[in-house]
């Protein structure tokens, strides 16, 4: 960690299970068609053709984990992941906080042409393809701020979107534009942790 303060200091780490990973793909293919797990590691990929998760939903495509069973709407919660995004994977969300006040969520990480982003927006981190990276995100729901770590140094800070029924996810879901026509990303060490 280069020295950096550890962004869990602090928190208490909360138990997680294979039940609290809740699996979102393309409602019309079998799930091993979109994710694998081995050795630890969480694999999703999908196609910008293929269908949303629901057939009655109009959304863009996904493979995404939803931490279920750890739905917050006060207090400091942290999502701790090391991910990995190979080459050519552009246009697409693979880290969020799924609700708040006013919108579907508080915070959206997406990866164009290796760079991390605050929504199609502001730079949060520059050239990851192909590595490992570890990624904090803490949310202080009661100061109403979101900050991202990389490799344990804070990168972004932001303000959130309003209190609502908030959950960490990750994955693969497609940005509603400029996405490749394959998208993937892994997951290992998903951890959550309250304060």
């Not at 050795?39 to 057939?55: E, L, Q, R, S, T």
């Not at 993937?184 to 959550?192: A, Y």
């Amino acid at each position: 960690m280069d020295g950096h303060a550890d962004p869990t200091h602090g928190f208490t780490e909360m138990p997680l299970t294979k039940a609290n990973f809740e699996l979102q793909r393309p409602y019309n293919v079998p799930l091993e068609e979109r994710y694998s797990y081995e050795n630890g590691i969480h694999k999703m990929w999908v196609y910008a053709d293929d269908k949303p998760h629901d057939p009655n939903s109009d959304t863009q495509p996904r493979t995404e984990i939803r931490i279920r069973g750890l739905d917050y709407s006060s207090g400091v919660w942290q999502f701790e992941g090391y991910g990995f995004v190979p080459n050519g994977t552009s246009g697409v969300t693979i880290s969020q906080i799924h609700g708040a006040a006013s919108g579907a969520t508080t915070l959206i990480l997406r990866i164009y042409n290796g760079n991390l982003r605050y929504y199609d927006g502001d730079l949060v981190a520059r050239d990851l393809y192909d590595k490992w990276f570890r990624l904090n995100v803490i949310h202080d729901v009661d100061e109403g701020k979101v900050r991202v770590f990389v490799n344990g140094v804070q990168k972004y800070s932001t303000n959130d979107q309003g209190p609502g029924d908030l959950y960490f996810n990750c994955g693969v879901y497609a940005a509603p534009a400029h996405i490749s026509y394959y998208m993937e990303s892994r997951w290992r060490d998903i951890k959550i942790f309250k304060k």
